[in-house]
């Protein structure tokens, strides 16, 4: 039984799903699923920075936050950038 994918963007390309519904942006579903569980990780890392701002006062205004956020999502994506 095909299930459809919870937000289907409009205009994404039918061949991005995979049978299950998911979204499929490797060959490999192994190599999907590894990305999904470093992106869990680095949300979660991005939750603890948060709380150690706050813990230590220095809870930044929103358009720190942001430069700061976009800071550590270059980061995380660095490696793939790299290759492209």
Request: overall charge negative.
């Amino acid at each position: 039984m095909m299930t459809e994918p919870a937000f289907k963007p409009d205009g994404t390309p039918k061949d991005i799903y995979g049978p299950d519904g998911k979204p499929k942006f490797f060959d490999d579903p192994g190599m999907d699923r590894f990305v999904a569980v470093i992106m869990n990780m680095a949300q979660e890392m991005w939750v603890q920075e948060e709380r150690l701002m706050t813990l230590e006062g220095r809870e930044p205004d929103s358009a720190d936050r942001e430069a700061k956020m976009k800071i550590f999502i270059e980061r995380i994506f660095a490696p793939l950038r790299e290759g492209a």
